[in-house]
């Protein structure tokens, strides 16, 4: 199983990107997706789940409203738009499959890591 996640960088405040994240190896359309975060000194953290056909979402309370999670079973992909970016959304992001769970909240429920990709949100 692999996962690639891409479409970190560099932006100011206020602004947006999205992350993508190719999954392979996997029956992809199967299994729940999640986003997590770990910025310098921290705990890894939960950002936004989804499930496998995508009708039902979970995001933190830190990003509700901001970031959207999404997936294109089609392609392997599951995406995280994050718009109005503020400097403490900057972290390493990673996207995980969780194979029998139920889009949960909790890293130790995930089967499967990418290996991250940084999002740096300068003020």
């Known amino acids: 199983v692999q996962l690639q996640a891409s479409g970190g960088g560099l932006v100011q405040a206020g602004g947006s990107l999205r992350l993508s994240c190719a999954a392979s190896?996997?029956?992809?359309?199967?299994?729940?997706m999640g986003w997590f975060r770990q910025a310098p000194g921290k705990e890894r953290e939960f950002v936004a789940a989804?499930?496998?056909?995508?009708?039902?979402?979970n995001y933190a309370d830190s990003v509700n409203g901001r970031f959207t999670i999404s997936r294109d079973n089609a392609k392997n992909t599951v995406y995280l738009q994050m718009n109005i970016l503020k400097p403490e959304d900057t972290a390493v992001y990673y996207c995980?499959?969780?194979?029998?769970?139920?889009?949960?909240?909790?890293?130790?429920?995930?089967?499967?890591w990418g290996q991250g990709t940084l999002v740096t949100v300068s003020s």
């Open positions: 989804i499930s496998r056909g995508g009708s039902y979402t």
């Open positions: 190896g996997l029956t992809f359309s199967n299994v729940n």
């Open positions: 995980a499959a969780d194979l029998y769970g139920t889009a949960s909240r909790s890293p130790r429920n995930y089967d499967y």
